[in-house]
């Protein structure tokens, strides 16, 4: 079992920058993947960003690519999510999440996940 922590949301102005993080404890040695996601209001929750702890390759959701920028730091147990330039639309509820499933692909379905946090929110005024 996983557990996840997500830290670093808040009420920004457009333009602004955020730094989420998201720590792992427990039996994280299991873990494959650890990635992102967000839900705005209204939406449907969608992928962000997944990075391999195995091998530290990274994918982005097309949307976010050029102002998003996942990374981890392995001795901290901890993964995290650079947002610049954030805009109103970038208001979402943020979760980490992590999968020790084998899958050949990118891991943009939540349903690969088996470990999630309880998100933290993000807010961007304009």
């Known amino acids: 079992q996983v557990q996840l922590v997500e830290s670093g949301g808040g009420s920004v102005q457009a333009g602004d920058s955020l730094r989420l993080a998201c720590v792992a404890s427990?039996?994280?040695?299991?873990?494959?993947?650890k990635g992102w996601f967000r839900q705005a209001p209204g939406k449907d929750r969608e992928f962000v960003a997944h990075?391999?702890?195995?091998?530290?390759?990274?994918r982005y959701a097309d949307s976010v690519k050029g102002r998003y920028t996942i990374s981890r730091d392995n001795a901290k147990n901890t993964m995290y999510l650079q947002i610049n330039n954030l805009k109103p639309e970038d208001t979402a509820v943020y979760f980490c999440a992590a999968s020790t499933y084998y899958y050949d692909g990118t891991y943009a379905d939540q349903e690969l996940y088996n470990s999630w946090g309880q998100g933290t929110q993000v807010t961007v005024s304009s």
């Open positions: 990075i391999s702890t195995i091998d530290d390759s990274i």
């Open positions: 427990g039996r994280t040695y299991e873990l494959r993947i």
